[in-house]
């Protein structure tokens, strides 16, 4: 039993993890939707469907997608093992320009799993994600390594064609407050069925919601510490403004899509959502599809699709919310977080009472709160009036500049 199928049985016993949290509302520039594009066989709507997204995010289409004319060339897509077409890097981002990415083969894969015991670390609406270690040895300049290997799982039709989007923007992407990729794997046999896995550095710490909230099989946490819980919003802000001076929307911002490393430094994972961002940048466009997570997403995006860099603001005042006061995006009543906040009760209420019952013992610094609670305020304003990423970090910055006296 492969990998893929014995992920895909996973999944259907299962049910797919935390798929209910994101959404792809409607297709607004009235392209096919991607899931029965990509039925085996149909292999000229599926070129269409390339095409339409390369044309919408202004990627190049990936030769790999159409057929099989790299095949065996050692290029991008091949089953071959070699470094992707280095050219496909945009020009000018020498000093910050991520290293080459891999191709691996399908025993390479089934090696890289069985090497960490196959174990699910996480799950998507795209499928499973997987410990992997690369072992010493195992491809020349390659060094031994701990890697997360994401798997697009078939069976979800919706999601199965954002590998292209999030491969392709993770190719171009060097900061370390994103996850890196370190290559990728892509079969699509004649007789069989396509397979495709990103394979990524793996960050060990858990996501921040299981952090915050815990997970139905530990629901006991430990609160993550006042300067810690500053320092991952600062982490996600310096990720963010790198995004945005590319011109990208990352669409998606979450607290289950932030993955913490031992020193609780968070990197942002998951760039199925991300499209590129309007020219000039401070316009809107529309998005070819509204993508988001319920109680994260600005309410006019997502009621007129209309995407902004802003809409990544929105979502980061709402993870400010959710990581500062320990409170739900959505109570269990179906109550937005970033309406209430607004709200007359909570607007007279002291900070004190707004943060849950799981962080109330655990200390805080009150004037912090305050200032960066008005910051989340403002980033849910309407879109004209929300801080520039430039503001924000100066925030940041500021509360990290009187740390030092305050521990003295
Ligand atoms: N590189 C990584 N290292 C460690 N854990 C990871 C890594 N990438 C993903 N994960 C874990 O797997 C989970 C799912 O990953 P990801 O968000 O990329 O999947 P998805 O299917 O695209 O999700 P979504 O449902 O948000 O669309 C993450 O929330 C995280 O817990
Ligand atoms: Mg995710």
Not at 51 to 66: D, E, N
Not at 226 to 251: G, S
Request: hydrophobic share 35%.
């Amino acid at each position: 039993m492969t990998w893929f199928i014995h992920s895909a049985l996973i999944g259907m016993l299962a049910g797919s993890g935390n798929s209910n949290e994101s959404f792809v509302v409607a297709d607004r520039v009235g392209h096919p939707t991607p899931g029965p594009l990509f039925n085996e066989g149909d292999q000229e709507n599926n070129l269409l469907d390339k095409r339409t997204l390369s044309r919408v995010l202004r990627i190049p289409v990936c030769r790999s997608w159409c057929g099989q004319a790299d095949k065996g060339k050692g290029r991008a897509g091949s089953s071959t093992g070699m470094l992707a077409d280095p050219k496909k890097q945009k020009a000018g981002e020498t000093s910050e320009q991520p290293d080459p990415v891999l191709v691996f083969t399908e025993p390479e894969i089934i090696h890289i799993l069985d090497q960490a015991g196959n174990v699910v670390i996480g799950s998507g609406r795209s499928g499973r994600v997987w410990a992997g270690l690369i072992p010493d040895g195992f491809r020349g300049g390659l060094s031994a390594q701990q890697v997360a290997v994401k798997e697009y799982s078939f069976r979800e039709l919706k999601t199965f064609h954002l590998w292209e989007i999030e491969r392709e923007h993770l190719m171009k992407l060097n900061h370390p407050n994103i996850v890196r990729l370190i290559g990728y794997f892509h079969d699509k046999p004649h007789d069989g069925q396509e397979k495709k896995a990103l394979v990524l550095e793996h960050v060990p710490g858990g996501n921040l919601k299981e952090r915050i909230f815990g997970t139905e099989e530990r629901p006991e946490v430990v609160p993550i510490e006042w300067d810690k819980r500053v320092d991952i919003l600062h982490d996600v802000a310096k990720a963010m403004t790198y995004l945005h001076e590319k011109n990208l929307i990352y669409r998606d911002l979450k607290a289950v899509n932030i993955v913490l490393d031992p020193e609780m430094n968070a990197k942002l994972v998951d760039f199925g959502a991300t499209i590129d961002g309007p020219r000039p940048p401070n316009t809107f466009i529309q998005a070819p599809e509204t993508m988001g997570t319920p109680g994260y997403t600005d309410p006019s995006y997502r009621k007129k699709g209309r995407a902004s860099i802003g809409i990544d603001t929105y979502s980061f005042g709402v993870l400010m919310l959710v990581v500062l006061l320990g409170r739900k995006p959505i109570s269990r009543k179906g109550k937005d977080l970033a309406v209430k906040i607004n709200g007359k009760k909570y607007k007279s209420r002291a900070l004190d009472f707004l943060l849950s019952k799981k962080l109330r013992p655990s200390p805080y610094q009150p004037k912090e709160l305050q200032s960066l609670i008005a910051l989340a305020r403002r980033c849910l304003r309407k879109a004209s009036k929300r801080p520039s990423d430039n503001e924000i970090l100066k925030e940041f910055q500021d509360i990290q500049a009187l740390r030092p006296a305050r521990h003295r």
